[in-house]
């Protein structure tokens, strides 16, 4: 049922003007300069950081405070359990074609395909953002700890009622309900995969109802519409990722960006063929090869043997390749700064929710 109030008391807990959050796409899709916008317009911009070297991630982070002196997030991957690697022979022979018809040497898989994280949670400590958020599970106590420690607001993701509940136990501040719709990689951290599909109209209320901490609806939220709905269903905030991609200051590729233009609801789908983990995309001829001749690693191996053809494709404008993220919600996709998505956004919920209570 919607609270009135949780919208303006979470909003002022952040410290902006509206709980209008850019989700963190990691891979590079969300760089300072967005972020930056988004905060400067009243909303919270997050750092997607999981694969970013600490090194690099405290050079981000002051280039966004170099553009805003306002709230914004730095999200990571929380650390995953150890998975015996797979054979890479099938993988890197279909890569290695791929690979040459970019002009890149043969694909290998690197010794640590991700960062340190301990030393990437130093890295967010020492830029001290707002809020840290997390997916794909629950980091350490101690990591949450630290940075309760230091008045930064911890946010997780879940996808289904149990995980939401398992972050609220770890001691969370507020808790991202990640529905079904929304592009890039799902959060699943608490079983298995389908049992995480729930849809956010499905998710978001259920969520509200079982847990204490302000639940942040995300998926397939695109314009005032939804937000408006996920307000009436509970949420105390939204987080929107495709909504952004096509903004002049994300770093999506124009050729990804064209393809935004002309999708629909049903042009996005599931793959693990990007990283060995599920997530939403736009398939494309890197995903089906791999998807039919079972070609694909476990996480992180996956991601590791993958990266530098994404990177290269995105680099050249090959949509052949590079990891074409995307929601469901991408048929109402606008162009534009986001700046001026930010102020749509919360013009088109206020009359929504005006013509309801009219």
């Not at 630290?146 to 149990?162: E, H, K, P, Q, Y």
């Not at 990722?241 to 935004?260: D, I, M, P």
Request: glycine share 10%; with cysteine; charged share 15%.
């Amino acid at each position: 049922m919607m609270d009135p109030q949780a919208w303006r008391r979470f909003a002022e807990r952040l410290g902006v003007e509206h709980p209008l959050i850019q989700a963190p796409m990691a891979g590079g899709l969300t760089p300072p300069e967005l972020v930056a916008a988004v905060s400067e317009a009243g909303g919270l911009g997050s750092l997607g950081a999981a694969y970013v070297q600490p090194e690099d991630l405290v050079q981000q982070a002051r280039a966004v405070r170099a553009l805003t002196s306002r709230p914004y997030a730095i999200n990571l991957f929380a650390p995953q359990p150890a998975v015996a690697p797979a054979d890479p022979g099938p993988t890197l022979a279909i890569l290695e074609r791929f690979h040459a018809a970019l002009g890149l040497p043969p694909p290998v898989i690197p010794a640590a395909a991700m960062p340190d994280f301990a030393k990437q949670v130093e890295a967010v400590l020492e830029a001290a953002p707002t809020v840290f958020s997390f997916t794909f599970g629950i980091p350490p106590a101690p990591v949450l700890e630290a940075f309760r420690s230091r008045g930064i607001l911890v946010v997780g993701t879940a996808t289904n009622v149990r995980e939401a509940q398992a972050l609220e136990a770890a001691g969370v501040d507020a808790i991202v309900a990640q529905g079904s719709e929304a592009g890039g990689h799902r959060g699943s951290f608490g079983g298995s995969f389908e049992a995480g599909m729930v849809g956010t109209m499905a998710l978001v209320p259920q969520m509200v109802d079982a847990v204490r901490v302000p639940v942040i609806a995300s998926g397939g939220i695109m314009d005032g519409r939804g937000i408006a709905a996920a307000r009436m269903l509970g949420a105390a905030a939204v987080q929107l990722g495709t909504a952004f991609l096509r903004c002049q200051e994300s770093s999506a590729a124009a050729a990804h960006k064209a393809l935004l233009r002309e999708a629909r609801d049903e042009s996005s789908r599931i793959t693990r063929a990007f990283s060995g983990r599920p997530a939403r995309a736009i398939p494309n001829e890197l995903t089906t090869t791999l998807e039919q001749a079972g070609a694909i690693l476990p996480f992180p191996q996956q991601h590791g043997a993958t990266r530098t053809l994404r990177a290269a494709s995105s680099k050249q404008n090959d949509t052949r390749f590079m990891a074409l993220w995307a929601g469901q919600g991408i048929g109402l996709s606008r162009e534009g700064s986001a700046a001026d998505l930010v102020r749509a956004l919360v013009a088109e919920t206020e009359a929504a929710l005006s013509a309801v209570r009219g």
